[in-house]
């Protein structure tokens, strides 16, 4: 077997591996078991005679012929991806991997539409930026929206919205009305999301006192889905932090209301979507990513 011979699913492992810099989570995000990674770059290694991946403290660090190797397999599918990508847009039905709360909001607005800009099937987000990265660029998925992405050359990000962050409670609280003192935060029960919602302020001082108070609030759960969050606060005596364009968005949805939380809480929340750059001419893509952003847009 010559370097011009190994199959894809090397080339594929050899790339995941760079971007992860782990044998174990290019595993979990490829769905096979560490060994089935190890025996594949072995067999890279054989046939190129190149250690391809020197082990450092902090991850694997590839050599000039793995990154050779990795360019190779993202060539492949970008050829493959510019072959067919304009022709399959018009056909297929495209792919938005997002929170749960937010495909909820989205489909409802779709729905509602007079004339769908596309069909559209949603997929539930995977936890780590890698994994979502490796998403994209493959195009397992055609847009996904959330906290912004590292940069990469391959992937355009758009900003879909930017808010302070509110307090989600149900309406008939029975001790919290249309405003909150921090008194009665520091005594109610709180549910966190466990993805963390990347909140963020321009002053250290704010930051830090929040980063405490946080950490300090009682926590009685930690749930992955945002769906779930928001009908837990609807029906329990329990809080939760919410961007404020989405919060106000649910209000006429779930019985709930979206309070602005005690000046000591006061943090801000940006969301993006991403997608694939080959995509950004295609008129029906396009048609889509501008109802998303009208969904989300202050106006609406």
């Given at each position: 077997m010559t370097i011009n011979q190994l199959d894809i699913k090397v080339l594929r492992a050899i790339h995941v591996l760079i971007t992860c810099g782990s044998v174990t989570r290019t595993a979990e995000i490829l769905k096979v078991t560490p060994a089935a990674i190890s025996y594949l770059i072995n067999k890279a290694r054989k046939v190129t005679g190149s250690p391809l991946f020197i082990r450092t403290r902090s991850r694997m660090e590839a050599d000039t012929v793995a990154q050779e190797l990795s360019q190779r397999y993202q060539n492949i599918i970008n050829e493959f991806n510019m072959n067919d990508s304009e022709s399959s847009l018009d056909e297929r039905t495209l792919s938005i991997m997002t929170y749960s709360l937010l495909e909820l909001l989205l489909s409802m607005d779709l729905l509602n539409s007079p004339e769908l800009p596309a069909k559209v099937n949603f997929v539930r987000q995977e936890a780590k930026e890698e994994?979502?990265?490796?998403?994209?660029?493959?195009?397992?998925?055609?847009?996904?929206?959330?906290?912004?992405?590292?940069?990469?050359?391959?992937?355009?990000?758009?900003?879909?919205?930017?808010?302070?962050?509110?307090?989600?409670?149900?309406?008939?609280?029975?001790?919290?009305?249309?405003?909150?003192?921090?008194?009665?935060?520091?005594?109610?029960?709180?549910?966190?999301?466990?993805?963390?919602?990347?909140?963020?302020?321009?002053?250290?001082?704010?930051?830090?006192?929040?980063?405490?108070?946080?950490?300090?609030?009682?926590?009685?759960?930690?749930?992955?889905?945002?769906?779930?969050?928001?009908?837990?606060?609807?029906?329990?005596?329990?809080?939760?932090?919410?961007?404020?364009?989405?919060?106000?968005?649910?209000?006429?949805?779930?019985?709930?209301?979206?309070?602005?939380?005690?000046?000591?809480?006061?943090?801000?929340?940006?969301?993006?979507?991403?997608?694939?750059?080959?995509?950004?001419?295609?008129?029906?893509?396009?048609n889509l990513v501008s109802f998303i952003q009208k969904s989300f847009s202050e106006d609406n």
């Open positions: 994994e979502r990265l490796i998403s994209l660029r493959n195009k397992e998925v055609d847009i996904d929206i959330g906290t912004r992405l590292p940069s990469d050359r391959s992937i355009n990000q758009l900003k879909l919205f930017s808010c302070d962050i509110g307090i989600m409670v149900r309406k008939d609280h029975p001790t919290i009305r249309d405003t909150i003192t921090i008194d009665e935060w520091n005594e109610a029960r709180h549910v966190i999301w466990g993805r963390g919602m990347h909140f963020f302020t321009n002053e250290a001082e704010q930051s830090m006192a929040f980063g405490k108070m946080f950490r300090e609030q009682k926590c009685s759960l930690i749930s992955y889905s945002s769906l779930s969050i928001i009908t837990l606060c609807a029906y329990n005596d329990i809080l939760a932090f919410m961007p404020k364009m989405i919060g106000h968005k649910i209000e006429s949805i779930f019985p709930v209301k979206c309070i602005t939380p005690p000046s000591e809480l006061r943090m801000s929340y940006e969301c993006y979507l991403h997608y694939h750059h080959s995509h950004a001419r295609n008129p029906k893509f396009q």
